[in-house]
């Protein structure tokens, strides 16, 4: 009964959070993307007739006046509808379909990688005093100060300039999926390490674990059975940050390896005022964030009996 | 049309460094004082016929999101939509008018008729064949309001109606006389789709457009790539390439790839075989390098023009200060900053390749500080402030730019900024999104416009940017960014788009360049360029007349011994 109710009322928040980001880059859009008229015929260098601009004009209901377009774009998005993509003239949900299974595959695999560097990482890294701690963290901070796009760069030239071991660009096979991975994986895995690691430390000093040692278990032993099984708590917090940080780094590294995707979708509608896509890809995000929040409480509170208390 | 979204640095000298394994190399940009560069007629035409077979593998810097070749006025269309489709006719190397889909074409003395005869055999991919129902059913189209197309509606704006005479003659009827439209009809954009196609599938152009071209589209993914596979009884290519029968290579395959260096590095790993939108940072490195080719080619139409003053906003209404901003760059200079050595500097109204340029009556433009700060001067805006900006009762010289570097060219403005700043001037950028940007040009809420070319294959260009009715609140959504109405000039401009003897053209556009040198609208600093890279055995490239860009039906693979 609890968790119905709890259920129910984030899904009505989610509703809301929804309604509001699409209120929010309506206005936005309207505010800042100029004449959409214009922008549906290919922006300042078309050079339309009045007669094709008026023509755009009546189609797409311009005329109106804009809480009137505010009102029937609200009702068409209640149907499910997302309208149609000013620069691709296709419906905006088949729009994002299409680019959608090319940016799962990528932050899933980008992911996962992360998440089994970062618990490599800590299990190794932590506890191991002030010296070597502090030179982990060192390259740590290092790391996530490196902008995605100069590690990006900086993979190419290695690994597909120098070395030639993957193709520069493109998503011809396995192989491309390479850098892009690397390039979003890593300073994810960064930011869990961290987070891990110090989660770790802490473990490691509770008399539990002393008293793990103290039954003679290995130091393997009592990293991962005892010590990690509390560090995941807080790591599980942290995953919705870690989602919008792969959604967020998908911008530049389909852009920078070409691959298709949902950011690099993002980047051109934005940039070409598209402004049902540019709408329609910051529900689709929000929507997945609301997702990505309401399975991880489900989990946490699974695995955490403290947090079904709150 | 807008240049591709490419990280284009501006590079204003020519540059002599010629890789040791170029085959061949572009004439040099011409230096100034020189009239028009001409381009020989080996860069149009086959020399000798290659060896069939092969996939070549192109890198583009962008993807349009559609194919509809007829809809867009993206500069990246160009050299796609010729690989799928024709158009009527084709320009030779001096931009004069020859056959192709048309074999002849007649103009009625009113310039209000043109009557074609088309070529007979001339099939598109689906097995329609050419015929005047067929050139009928493309240019309703490209005037239909609701076909929506961005430029091309405007570039035939006089064609009220299409005649059939008979199977293989077509009328087009104009409501006035307009030269130009033999030009535009040889343009990419103009190329023809499947009658069949547009009335009953009309949906399918934007992802499978079924031209007459050399090849067909089989395969699209967007933002991934274009697959394309040639049309075996293919065998009418302009007469003017010297080309016969179908294309060589058996497939091309066009990959996106929106990173400058993502491409230079595709293409020297041998990923790609040819890049359009060739990084011009790269330029020098891929000269010197023996495995590949860069070539550099000026494109007709409009040069960059760094700045497009409002002439309608105080102070810059006064020409002499726009006279004295444009003598206080250094074209020169401004290369040595951000210059890659691809871009060659230019004063004049129209490129280097377009005909009756004039770079006589634009010399007053070159620098010249010494001549600018006398006009500044004179102009009463003698006294300086404490940072050396000039001043004049109480204000600044300060000229605010609008821009949103949605071309990738806004380095120059850098450049001029510190240029103008040495005769006293403040040139400030107002950076802002691009549609933004449109809308204050809609509203004429700007000092002055930033970076823009107009590339088209005529030097109606000249009408397009400049005219009274180009305004952006005029009847087009126009293009004339500086909001000039000047009566002198469009009467010029209108004599010569409804057309006159070659010796006629040539005065009224040496007229209208000397009355744009006084008006100084706008500051041309380089020419627009196209620019291509490849591997050394890619052999055969001719470019196409109208828009100096690749034609891939003579392109083939020189790999006898892989």
New interface residues.
Partial sequence: MTLLRTLATRLASGVLVLWIVATLTFGAMHATAGDPAIAILGGPDALPTQAVVEEVRREYGLNDPLPVQYARYLGRLLSGDLGESYRLRTPVTSAILEQLGSTVVLGGIAGVLALAIALGLALVGAGRGPRVGGAITAVEVVITAVPNFVIGVGLMFLLAFQLRLVPVAGEQGWASLVLPVLTLAIPSSIVMAQVLRSELDEVLEQPFILTARARGLGEAGVRVLHALRHAVIPLLTLAGYVFGFLLGGTVITETLFARRGIGRLMVDSALTSDIPMVIGISLFIALSYVLVTLIVDLIAAAVDPRARLA | ??PA?ITLALMLTACSAAGAGNPSSDPRPPAAGFDRLSYPRADYAEAKPGMAGGTLVVAAARDN??LDWQL???TNSKWLARMTGDSLVYLDEQGAITPWLATAWTVSPDGLVYTFTLRDGVTFADGTPLDAEAVRVNLDRIRN??T????T???I?PYVRGEVVDRLTFRAHLSEPYAPFLNVLAQAWFGLISPKQIREAPETI?TAPIGSGPFVVTRY?????VVLTRRTDYAWSPPLTGHKGPAYLERIIV?????A??RY??L??G?VDFLNDAPAQKAAIIRSDPELVFRNRINLGNPVRGITFNVDRAPFNDPRLRLAFAKAIDRNALSRGPGFAEYAPTTAFLSASTPYRDTAVVKPLGYDPAGANRLLDAAGWQARGADGIRVKDGKRLRLAVLT?N??GLDQVLVGIQSEVRKVGIDLAIDLV???????R??LGNYEAFGP?YWHTNTPDGLY?VYHGKQRDDG?????NNSRLADPQLDAILAEARRGASPERLAALYRSAQARLAELVPAIPTSENHTLVAYRADVRGLIFDTSHNTPRFETVWLDRRGS
């Fill in positions: 049309m807008r979204a999101g559609t867009l006025a993206d309001p609701a929506r197309a961005a430029m509606t405007a570039y704006a934007a993914v967007r933002q991934q790539e990959r996106t790839l929106p990173e260096l993502s590095t595709a020297k790993a990923e949103s949605a071309n999104p691009v549609a933004q940007q449109t809308e040009r809609r823009g397009i009847p087009y959504r126009g293009q």
